[in-house]
């Protein structure tokens, strides 16, 4: 929770804006391609199995004597994803992820020789509420991975600071197309979560920006008129596609019933182009011939050295990554929280609710 560590989370470099992020025919082929294969499921049906789980993993937030109910935290924001692990998925989006114009200023922005596409996903939605109050994406290390470390361990790995030389150096291109009059901006924290922040505001059309998501709080603004942001029907399992009455309009659906039809208006659609970095060459061969990766082992020893210089008490755990008094100590010491000072623009949805 410390001010003086949290002043330390900041990314690479001041986010860059790029008017003009995709060619007009490049954003056809990628909505046309949203249209084409549907149905997509909810962002929150990408993190969370069941009803229960998303409740129990909400609540954290909720001030005392409330109680949560589904209606509170589900928001109608859907997701898809067109290249995984640096493979394009869809040939006519090759250029689109392939993109010399994006891998030419990420190199820039991190001062790297070298680039490699990694992700091309998209974010869609009708009026929507977001109460997430800021987060940080998930950030990977040399030697750790999604399948094997769990990804609260790598968000602590990367609050606590001590694990820099094997991060992953990554940056985004984040493009936004969203006509709607009401809210939808941008809020990021340049400066770490207790900085000043910062706002892209909408509208917003073909506007990108190159950030390292992992090292930055950010967090989408609610948008769209206030009474269309909650369809009645909405459930974990409902599903976004193209309105086959309307040439450029949507809907959401609930197994078969429609609860919402969205004007071309009122559509917030996001692409999020993503890239790993390399600095030169030695960088790069460290990183594909994994000869200096982290191991679960030397994770610990890593943090059970600074919290030992940090005086804290702590014996070693036998099963570190289902310790829950370790999960505790790690969570306590190093989670820096969420960010403090909000636009007035878009304040802070904590204190909203
Ligand atoms: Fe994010």
Redesign the pocket.
């Known amino acids: 929770m410390s001010e003086a560590m949290s002043s330390h989370f900041r990314p690479v470099g001041e986010p860059l804006v790029v008017d003009g992020a995709y060619r007009d025919d490049q954003h056809a082929r990628l909505l046309q391609a949203v249209r084409d294969n549907g149905p997509w499921k909810l962002i929150l049906a990408q993190h969370f199995a069941s009803v229960e789980e998303l409740i129990a993993t909400m609540s954290g937030a909720m001030p005392e004597g409330v109680t949560p109910t589904l209606d509170m935290f589900l928001t109608p924001a859907f997701r898809g994803f067109f290249a995984e692990q640096g493979v394009c998925k869809h040939p006519e989006l090759e250029d689109c992820f392939y993109n010399s114009d994006f891998m030419a200023r990420t190199r820039a922005y991190w001062n790297a020789q070298y680039v490699r596409p990694e992700q091309l996903m998209f974010n869609i939605q009708g009026p929507a509420d977001n109460l997430d109050p800021g987060?940080?994406?998930a950030v990977t290390f040399r030697g750790t991975h999604s399948r094997s470390t769990p990804i609260w361990l790598m968000n602590i790995m990367a609050k606590s600071g001590l694990f820099q030389d094997w991060l992953l150096k990554k940056a985004q291109v984040i493009t936004w197309f969203y006509k709607g009059e009401v809210g939808g901006g941008f809020t990021y924290w340049p400066d770490g979560p207790h900085g000043q922040p910062r706002r892209i505001a909408a509208p917003m059309w073909n506007r990108g920006v190159v950030v390292q998501?992992e090292m930055m709080y950010?967090?989408g603004e609610p948008n769209g008129p206030v009474e269309m942001r909650h369809p009645e029907g909405l459930d974990l399992h409902s599903l976004i596609e193209a309105d086959p009455d309307d040439a450029t309009g949507w809907r959401i659906r609930t197994d078969d019933r429609v609860i919402q039809h969205i004007p071309e208006q009122e559509i917030r659609f996001l692409v999020h182009w993503g890239a790993e970095v390399y600095e030169d060459l030695d960088e790069m061969k460290k990183v594909m011939d994994h000869t200096d990766d982290l191991d679960t082992q030397r994770i610990v020893d890593i943090f059970m050295a600074d919290l030992k210089q940090r005086g804290i008490q702590c014996d070693e755990p036998a099963d570190p990554l289902h310790d829950q008094a370790f999960i505790m100590q790690l969570v306590d010491v190093y989670d820096i929280g969420a960010p403090s000072i909000y636009p007035p623009e878009a304040p802070s949805p904590l204190q909203a609710a």
Do not use: A, G, K, T
Request: glycine content about 0%; hydrophobic content about 15%.
């Open positions: 987060h940080l994406d998501n950010h967090r």
